[in-house]
């Protein structure tokens, strides 16, 4: 728990208390860089401990510069890494405690996603996020993420974790959902995904069963670069499907 000073009585006090900032004041500020913030997220990442704004008598939050500048490490750090919110606590305390703590570097998991970068398995093992944090991530509630598992456009793993290609999925749903396309109308998307991966599996299968293991280690590369080429194909036939009916 980080300590806050205590704030005697005297000018010091008084200019201290001056500039402290209400939560709405915090969410116009954080929005300058992040505009998709919510006061849930805000809420959602003190109920997790990642800042601890002063109360009023009457309850209302006070924040600090500190804690404003905090949040936007916390938001940085989920936005550039994907990283879980337990991971970014301890690299933000060990900060507090002068240690120097390495990151993924910016842009890293998003290159990964697109396909830029080759997947390194232990970054994408440590990117695996809990049911709360995938929640604050997409900026949805419970409900909204229950009837996205119900048309299976997000599964969580067997450890009930979700990995850093499900929280690209829940961020993309969450954007067409502000268009109005519900899960039902995405329905046909998720069956084209799983027609393109079993088209991708037929292909590799042959390389899965080889006696070779050089060649069966090989069927994972060539399915990820097919999956590659797929994801593309898919988005250019898209535009050139869209381009007559735009003009």
């Known amino acids: 728990m980080r300590q806050r000073p205590s704030g ?6 008084a200019t201290a208390e001056g500039r402290l900032m209400s939560i709405g004041a915090v969410l116009h500020q954080l929005r300058e860089e992040f505009p998709e913030v919510t006061i849930s997220k805000i809420r959602f990442l003190e ?3 990642l800042v601890e704004p002063r109360r009023t008598p009457s309850g209302y939050r006070k924040f600090s510069p500190e ?8 938001l940085r750090m989920q936005r550039d890494h994907y990283l879980p919110l337990k991971v970014i606590r301890e690299h933000l305390d060990a900060l507090a405690r ?12 998003r290159e990964l996603l697109d396909g830029a970068l080759e997947p390194d398995p232990e970054a994408v093992t440590a990117a695996r996020i809990g049911r709360a944090e995938l929640l604050a991530a997409a900026d949805v509630g ?7 598992e119900s048309y299976g456009l997000i599964t969580p793993g067997e450890d009930g974790g979700y990995d850093i290609e499900t929280v690209s999925v829940a961020k993309l749903v969450a954007a ?3 268009f109005g396309l519900e899960p039902r109308h995405l329905r046909v998307m998720k069956a084209a995904a799983d027609r393109e991966a079993d088209l991708v599996e037929q292909v590799v299968a042959p390389l ?11 069927a994972e590369t060539t399915a990820r670069e097919l999956a590659t080429l797929s994801i593309r194909l898919h988005a250019a036939l898209v535009q050139a499907a869209l381009r007559p009916r735009l003009h």
């Open 208 to 218: 899965r069963r080889h006696r070779n293991p050089q060649t069966r280690n090989h």
């Open 8 to 13: 005697g009585a005297g000018s010091g006090a």
């Open 47 to 49: 109920a997790e401990g």
């Open 176 to 178: 067409l959902g502000h």
């Open 98 to 109: 002068g240690e120097q703590l390495g990151l993924p570097s910016p842009g890293r998991s």
């Open 67 to 74: 804690d404003v500048e905090r949040l936007g490490s916390v």
């Open 142 to 148: 419970e409900a909204e993420l229950a009837e996205w």
